[in-house]
Structure formats: C-alpha cells, structure tokens
C-alpha cells in the first residue's frame, strides 16, 4: 500500500516557461497534498498546503500565483510552476496524507531552469 | 531561530562504529516525532517514529525529552549502507504538516 507516483523524476525548462509536475496516490486516497522544496543541501521546505477541493494555503514567501497547485481529485494533485527562472531550480517533492497511511513522499522532481 | 536544529555534520565514522545524532526542536506543543533518512537526489524515507519512552529498531534507537524538547538517534554497529542525511522531523500539530530539520549528513567508511 501507500504508493505514490510523482512525474517528471526530473525536468529542464527554459526561463520564461511553465512546468507541471504531477503527484498521485495509486492507492490510497490522499485528503491532504503538501509541496515540499529542497534546494542543495538544504532542508525540505513546505510550500503549501492543499485539501482535496479547496485552495491551496500557501507559507509566507511563497508566491501563490507562480506556483498553482491543484488538488481537483484525492487521487491526484498537480504543481505548476510558471514563468520559471533559474532560481526555481529545486527539488519538489510532493506529500500525500490521508487513506491511514500517515505521511508518504513522492519520488521528487528536479527541476534546473536555464 | 530554526524550529527544528541539528547539527549538519558531516559525521565521518568507521564500520563497526556507533554514533550519535540530536535535534531540538523550538514548539512545546509538537505532538510528533520522527527520523527520516534521505540519500543523495531522493525523496526522505521513515527510520522510525520517536515515542516518549524511547524505541528501538534493531541497530537504531531513537529517545524523545519532552522537557529539553530533545530528540536522538543512536546508530550502533554501522554499516556502510548507512551512509545517508538524516532528517529529524517534528509535527507542530496544526495540521498534520511537517516541520523537517536540516539534516546531519552520516557518511560510513570501510
């Protein structure tokens, strides 16, 4: 139980352009999707918070109209990051909580924006 | 002031040996805790959750001091497979959100 599929592994955009990257639980049924970011050799930082349905809350510094997220199913969730610039350049790790399998952690995207 | 602080590392140690990491965290009102191991350009995975009378899991043994608001982890007999970033992660309780440290890097040489 408990998988959790987040696409792309990895991504390189040019400045200036949108990235989506997807997060599903296979499994389960996920009420509530965090965003983490990890930049190097740095700690995961929460990005936002969203709920099967509602908007996303998002942590102070984190421009909510650069990163959409969308939560429209408890199976999938969706982070685009738009008008991406070189320092977007992050590793994203999606968060799945819900169907009593705790915290669970996708995979992670590494985005690099040239 | 960091909510959650370890020390980064990195600890170098031996085969065989046992080390020893810790982690404070700032809230009094945290309800859970937890270390998580995380490899190079992967996603963080649960070691073992951190209960109030101390638990172990086969070499590693993890304690929780509500009053110091200390948390460690005790590696013994390491392996070379040990060798990871180790993430001491605390739920704050509003929400079920994750509060992770910064992580101390544990690199095990033959």
């Known amino acids: 139980g408990a998988v959790v599929s987040q696409h792309p592994s990895w991504v390189i955009c040019k400045s200036g352009t949108s990235v989506k990257i997807e997060c599903r639980s296979l499994?389960?049924?996920?009420?509530?999707m965090f965003w983490y970011r990890q930049f190097p050799k740095q700690s995961l930082m929460l990005m936002a918070t969203?709920?099967?349905?509602?908007?996303?809350?998002?942590e102070q510094g984190v421009e909510k109209d650069k990163f959409l997220i969308n939560h429209a199913s408890l199976t999938l969730s969706t982070l685009t990051v738009t008008s991406a610039h070189p320092e977007d350049s992050s590793f994203y790790i999606c968060?799945?909580?819900?169907?009593?399998?705790?915290?669970?952690f996708g995979s992670g995207t590494r985005l690099t924006v040239v | 002031r960091k909510e959650v602080e370890q020390d980064p590392g990195p600890f170098n140690v031996p085969e065989g040996a046992t080390v020893a990491f810790n982690c404070t965290y700032s809230?009094?009102?945290?309800?859970?805790f937890f270390w998580y191991r995380q490899d190079c350009r992967k996603e963080p995975k649960l070691l073992m959750s951190?209960?109030?009378s101390g638990n172990e899991d086969g070499r590693f043994t993890a304690q929780l001091n509500r009053a110091s608001q200390y948390i460690s982890l005790l590696i013994r007999d390491s392996k070379l497979s040990d060798s990871a970033t180790y993430l001491c992660?605390?739920?704050?309780?509003?929400?079920?959100?994750?509060?992770f440290g910064g992580g101390t890097r544990l690199m095990v040489k033959p």
């Open positions: 499994d389960f049924q996920a009420t509530t």
């Open positions: 968060s799945p909580f819900g169907g009593g399998y705790g915290y669970t």
């Open positions: 992660v605390v739920n704050e309780g509003a929400g079920n959100m994750l509060t």
């Open positions: 951190v209960y109030s």
């Open positions: 969203s709920n099967e349905g509602s908007k996303a809350t998002y």
């Open positions: 809230n009094s009102a945290s309800q859970s």
